[in-house]
């Protein structure tokens, strides 16, 4: 992490949308979807955004719903994105280095999540 000349960290500064990588970068759930992901991806602590294949599970029906999934060794996260028949798993890339400090990334962004669905 580096710093700039108004002493604040580099990867922060970054705008959502260049946070977003890979080469899925289609969203489930249109606006709704795409909303999201600009709130995860808003966190000083995320570095980058990598959504993975649409994937089709077998109940019918649904809104769309959001959750943090359990943090990896290294403190980065997966968002579990559900619509419908359709779910989407997304990478998290933190700058955390350990699964304690991406465990209470989860647990706030997971509150973020709640409140604005």
């Keep these: 992490m580096t710093k700039n000349k108004s002493g604040l960290l580099e990867h922060a500064q970054n705008s959502p949308k260049n946070k977003l990588g890979g080469v899925h970068t289609t969203i489930i759930g249109g606006r709704a979807g795409k ?3 600009k709130i995860v991806s808003q966190h000083p ?3 980058k955004v990598i959504p993975s294949l649409i994937s089709v599970k077998g109940i019918p029906g649904g809104s769309l719903t959001g959750k943090i999934l359990r943090s ?3 403190g980065n996260l997966r968002l579990l994105i559900s619509e419908g028949r359709s779910y989407q ?3 998290i890339v933190t700058t955390v280095g350990t699964a304690e ?3 209470r990334i989860m647990k706030k962004l997971n509150e973020i999540l709640r ?3």
Excluded: Y
Aim: aromatic content about 0%; hydrophobic content about 35%.
């Design 101 to 103: 400090e991406g465990d």
């Design 72 to 74: 990896d060794a290294r």
């Design 89 to 91: 798993k997304v990478r």
């Design 115 to 117: 409140t604005s669905l």
């Design 35 to 37: 909303k999201l992901v």
């Design 45 to 47: 602590e995320i570095k």
